[in-house]
């Protein structure tokens, strides 16, 4: 007569992981814990200073701001994307900054700014 040993113990086996697995999806499933909040990706203009040719962008997501020089070979638009021939007068302080492209950590090669979003975007 063959003992049945090897097959409870593999049965319990099977039934231990099955029992864990179960309970910790449930755990993971159920948590009380709230969503994270949504990421702010806006970056709107916070200042800017004709005199100087700079504009300073907040980012939004962690409320950080950098100044940024415009000089002769940035390229500025306003409003709409194809619009060409932008001035650093043109940029108001909310605005949206749509896109920006960094020469160097201090000029821009271009920017594209549009009106602020009262929400933010995921």
Partial sequence: MKSSR??????????????????ATHTVAH?????PPPVDKRVLVNAVDT???????KYMRNGTTHTYTLDSLSVIKVGDA?????KIGDI????????????DDHTLD????????P????
């Fill in 6 to 23: 090897p097959l409870l113990a593999f049965s319990l086996l099977v039934f231990a992981f099955l029992f864990t697995f179960a309970t």
């Fill in 31 to 35: 948590s009380s814990a709230p969503p």
């Fill in 51 to 57: 005199t100087a040719s700079t504009v300073e962008l």
């Fill in 82 to 86: 194809n619009a060409e021939g932008g």
């Fill in 92 to 103: 108001k302080v909310g605005m949206q900054v749509r896109d920006y492209i960094e020469r």
């Fill in 110 to 117: 271009s920017i594209l700014v549009g009106t602020a979003d």
């Fill in 119 to 122: 929400a933010p975007t995921n």
